[in-house]
């Protein structure tokens, strides 16, 4: 029988609501934002439930959608499902460490609240994002090596989706020469801040200096890194990799195309939206991809894994 895959959205597919159904529902799921809320002094039931405009500030975004994240993972535990496998795009690598058993809930929002800080506080202005739509990562990576400025490639999310990363200027400049390549749409990302780029290696330091406080547990399940596209069989390998994330290429399509290397045969997203199904589809169509973002999806899931 075929692997099964957890795997995580990250930053941008955040709504106010999400993770409610299953605060209201499960008793375990209310005690996952309990605790969000006691280990970081923050209203995590007034961030994700009521209209407010912090939802969509990083430095309450990442732990918001960690929180629901962690709710929807519990639900599933509750009901005896465990991957065989994990991966999280970004943040959503936090919520795959929880699923491998490699960091404590409590640890895990802990870290994320401090890198959404640090993420913030790194590059307040100055920095950008572009989607570049229908042209090979290749001939990206090679633009970007040769524009002025800080410039890179901050997600390989799926064949012909790459979002690059750094100064504005040198984003605007990389973009347009990415345009006269042959890419389909340059598309200016709503952010705030140059995300995965050399612009915030000092957040990096910061989480690691966070990092020397946590302990790292034992691996129940194999997780992917991001920065490697690869398993994580070292438990000494954690803390350095997850401060080298913050200013480094994710790696998204390769996680993915390893994992199905390795026998995957189903992934499964836990939390807000659908990104990391849309990307599914356009990297294999032939795996079995299904995404729990509401109490429906969470009842349609169990209906068809229950015997």
């Known amino acids: 029988m075929g692997k099964t895959a957890f795997i995580f959205p990250g930053q941008g597919a955040q709504y106010v609501g999400m993770g409610k159904e299953f605060y209201e529902r499960i008793p375990a ?39 629901a994240e962690a709710a929807i993972l519990t639900a599933l535990k509750e009901k005896g499902f465990a991957p065989d496998v994990t991966a999280g795009l970004s943040l959503g ?13 409590q640890d895990a929002f802990a870290l994320i609240r401090k890198r959404g800080i640090y993420m913030q506080e790194a590059v307040p202005t100055g920095g950008a994002m572009a989607a570049v739509l229908g042209l090979a990562a290749e001939t990206i990576e090679e633009i970007c090596s040769k524009t002025d400025g800080i410039v890179s490639i901050a997600n390989y999310n799926c064949p012909g989706q790459i979002v ?14 990415c345009k006269e390549a042959g890419a389909k749409r340059i598309v200016p990302l709503k952010v705030s801040g140059p995300f995965h780029s050399a612009m915030l290696k000092d957040a990096g330091e910061k989480l690691g200096a966070e990092l020397k406080n946590v302990t790292i547990q034992d691996f129940a399940v194999p997780y992917l890194a991001n920065v490697t596209a690869d398993y994580v069989t070292d438990k000494d390998e954690v803390k350095p990799l997850l401060e080298k994330q913050v200013c480094s290429s994710v790696r998204w399509q390769q996680s993915v195309e390893r994992m199905i290397e390795d026998g995957v045969e189903e992934f499964v997203e836990i939390g807000p939206g659908k990104t990391l199904t849309g990307f599914m589809k356009k990297i294999n169509r032939e795996v079995k991809i299904c995404n729990i973002d509401t109490m429906a999806d969470f009842e349609k899931f169990l209906a068809e894994h229950t015997a």
């Open 29 to 67: 799921c209310r005690e996952v934002f309990k605790l969000a809320s006691e280990t970081t002094g923050l209203d995590m039931e007034a961030l994700c439930f009521e209209e407010n405009e912090n939802i969509h500030i990083t430095e309450y975004t990442q732990v918001c959608m960690l929180t």
């Open 164 to 177: 690059i990363t750094g100064e504005e200027a040198a984003v605007a400049a990389a973009g347009e020469t």
């Open 93 to 105: 690598e936090y919520g795959a460490l929880i699923a491998a058993g490699v960091l404590t809930m």
